[in-house]
């Protein structure tokens, strides 16, 4: 048992004083596909051995009692006044809340969570939180989920009470990641292939712009309503079209005076980042990783420049990271404004151009980044 597991492990018997059942949930990282899980596209994200711990048990009471070892701070609810609150409860809240929806037996429970993944950085601890306490109760109450509907309850929790209309990538990845491994998800089928990460001597980077900005959450949603709205006018202009998957960028292009501009700029991004992952897919499979990074960089380009989630701090990430031949690719992680960029790097000089773009990082904008070089981990298990 990890020192992390051990310290949940305590904290609960010291303050519940009965024997929990214990959780590790993983953030995840994504190498490619962007924006693309809640427009029927492809992903490849992977499950990371960093994570948020659980420490749960049913109190036979009919309260919800909670400990956030990170934030020291308590929650106690009834689990008839489950409602949306403020903050990190609405991540556990939200989850009880989806269980009850499914009529669900869920009694009164204690659980303390604490994690090692920093907050803010692109990481999805929303989604470690949300699969690791949903992971506990099904065990614990003996509800009888399997995995994937796991994360789809998580999915929805994210929706309901935090409010995010989140695709499906983060809560996949934590539930069904793989050691060494990518998942291939097709977010139109659910259906996904595990693909073995073989990085030839190099490794994922990632340094954490150690921004985020505040308009995160709500222009995520403003990106999905305005990819619906493009959606529902190509979708009259090329009759049969159901998703994203069904129209090319030179379709969407071919259509930009029947859609507002940024409309078009967002439909024009989703249609080439889904090409873009189905290549690097390929790419991936057969060992090509120079090509591969190569599309990361266009990703970027992308979502910088089309899909307007960027930031001067993402954006100069990566101009830094094209200075180095040894970095492959380089791209901002997950829904962006701030968190992390990804690289694939050199092994070898990972180290010396972490600390090298760290410096010029910090002279520019005098934030001190962290970086840090990821390894590959399990999706959610419970430790015994
Ligand atoms: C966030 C969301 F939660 C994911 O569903 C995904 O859309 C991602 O942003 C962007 O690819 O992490």
């Known amino acids: ?10 904290v609960f018997e010291q303050k519940f004083g009965t024997t929990p059942v214990l959780f590790f949930s993983p953030g995840r990282i994504n190498l490619i596909g962007e924006h693309v899980d809640y427009n029927n596209g492809f992903v490849m994200p992977a499950a990371i ?21 990170d934030m020291k701070e308590d929650l106690e609810v009834a689990l008839d006044q489950v409602a949306p609150k403020e903050g990190w409860a609405n991540y556990i809240l939200g989850v ?11 009694k009164g429970f204690d659980v303390a969570f604490g994690g090692n993944l920093p907050a803010g950085a692109g990481l999805s601890s929303s989604a470690a939180v949300e699969c690791g306490l949903a992971s506990g109760l099904n065990t614990i109450f003996n509800i009888g989920l399997n995995r994937v509907e796991i994360a789809l309850l998580s999915q929805k929790a994210e929706h309901t009470f935090p409010g995010v209309k989140c695709g499906i990538m983060d809560q996949f990845a934590n539930m069904m990641g793989e050691k060494d491994h990518v998942l291939l998800l097709d977010c139109d089928t ?13 490794v994922i980077m990632l340094i954490n712009s150690k921004v985020h900005h505040s308009l995160a959450s709500g222009e995520y949603n403003v990106r999905r309503q305005q990819c619906e709205t493009g959606l529902a006018i190509l979708q009259q202009l090329y009759p049969g079209t159901k998703t994203f998957r069904d129209i090319t960028p030179e379709q969407v292009q071919q259509a930009e005076d029947k859609l507002d501009k940024d409309v078009f700029r967002r439909c024009l991004f989703v249609t080439q980042e889904i090409q873009r992952t189905q290549k690097a897919a390929a790419l991936l499979q057969e060992n090509k990783l120079p090509e591969f990074g190569q599309l990361m960089f266009a990703t970027h380009e992308g979502l910088s420049k089309l899909y307007d989630v960027s930031c001067p701090e993402l954006d100069f990430l990566v101009e830094q990271a094209k200075e180095y031949k040894a970095i492959l690719g380089s791209r ?9 960029t990804i690289n694939i790097v050199a092994e070898s000089e990972a180290k010396e151009i972490g600390e090298k773009i760290s410096e010029a990082y910090k002279k520019h904008f005098n934030i001190t980044p962290e970086v840090y070089i990821m390894q590959t981990g399990n999706g959610t298990y419970e430790v015994k």
Not at 1 to 10: D, I
Not at 54 to 68: D, E, G, H
Not at 190 to 201: F, H, R, S, T
């Open 190 to 202: 659910m259906e996904y292939k595990a693909l073995p990460l073989q990085l030839q001597g190099h």
């Open 49 to 69: 051995d960093k994570g948020v711990v659980f420490a749960i048990a049913p109190n036979n009471t009919s309260n919800i009692r909670v400990y956030s070892i």
């Open 1 to 10: 048992m990890n020192n992390q597991v051990q310290q949940a492990k305590e």
């Open 332 to 340: 901002l992680m997950g829904g962006g404004f701030g968190g992390c």
């Open 96 to 106: 009880v809340d989806q269980f009850q929806k499914r009529g669900a037996a869920i």
